[in-house]
């Protein structure tokens, strides 16, 4: 069973920046997907970023020029670097992988909360 351990969430003010970390205890060098997802009250959980086995990278429009996400091989995690964090970004992020397409893993959260 893969184990995926977000940290790095936290309260900011608006303009700030967080980095989150997901930490994977399968190695992620031959992982298919891995990425970001969030998920406000009352909203679906939604795309934030993801990268492919490629190098592609999708991101969500709303965090396009904000948000970088990355990876380091050698300590098996995934980044997410937010900057200009606005309180539209409030919500719990969770961190996915999957090394055959469909067979999804996922965090258990870290929440983000931006306000003043």
């Known amino acids: 069973q893969v184990q995926l351990v977000e940290s790095g969430g936290g309260l900011v003010q608006p303009g700030g920046s967080l980095r989150l970390s997901c930490a994977s205890s399968?190695?992620?060098?031959?992982?298919?997907?891995m990425g970001w997802y969030r998920q406000a009250p009352g909203k679906r959980r939604e795309l934030v970023a993801v990268?492919?086995?490629?190098?592609?990278?999708k991101y969500a429009h709303s965090v396009i020029g904000r948000f970088t996400i990355s990876r380091d091989n050698a300590k098996n995690t995934v980044y997410l670097r937010m900057n200009s964090l606005k309180p539209e970004d409030t919500a719990v992020y969770y961190c996915?992988?999957?090394?055959?397409?469909?067979?999804?893993?996922w965090g258990q959260g870290t929440q983000v909360t931006v306000s003043s």
């Open positions: 996915t992988a999957a090394w055959d397409p469909g067979n999804d893993y």
């Open positions: 399968r190695t992620i060098f031959s992982v298919n997907t």
């Open positions: 990268l492919d086995r490629s190098g592609t990278i």
